[in-house]
């Protein structure tokens, strides 16, 4: 694991999920360059799976977890990592910020995103003909979900 994707020692991990899902991209043009146009991620979306292949959640835009039970966690980015191989998508480390509910999600401290396979924005097909479509590429990836100790 990367040093800076480690869990704070205060954290203990008190679950892994496995996702499957699309990581979803818009056309857009560049801010930094007019006239330019890019993949600009959009939201992720895709379902949790415990151990065992059991459906328990969903993951989506804000970035938000979701259990079967009712509660969320929504969080923020504080490092990542790029993935081993150049098609993944980079590993991440994240703190929470909001929460609802008092089920599975409603005392996440953070979560770490890794083993990633694939979910990088397409190569082609953004350009100034098409602003505003969009890419569903499918990924994969494990979560590990953290509580404070």
Not at 22 to 50: H, M, N, R
Not at 110 to 128: F, H, L, S, W
Request: with cysteine; hydrophobic share 40%; glycine share 10%.
């Amino acid at each position: 694991m990367p040093a800076n994707l480690q869990s704070s020692a205060t954290h203990g991990q008190a679950l892994e999920l496995h996702a499957r899902g699309v990581q979803i991209y818009v056309c857009t043009e560049s801010p930094a360059t007019p006239g330019k146009f890019e993949w600009t991620f959009s939201a992720p979306e895709a379902a949790l799976f415990d151990a065992s292949g059991t459906l328990v959640g969903k993951h989506f835009s804000g970035p938000t977890w979701q259990s079967l039970d009712g509660s969320t966690v929504v969080a923020a980015v504080t490092a990542r990592h790029d993935a081993p191989a150049a098609s993944d998508i980079p590993w991440l480390l994240l703190e929470a910020r909001k929460h609802s509910g008092g089920g599975v999600f409603g005392s996440v401290s953070a979560i770490q995103r890794v083993a990633t396979q694939a979910g990088k924005a397409p190569a082609e097909g953004c350009d100034r003909e098409h602003p505003g479509s969009m890419a569903r590429v499918p990924y994969q990836a494990i979560y590990r979900i953290y509580s404070t100790m």
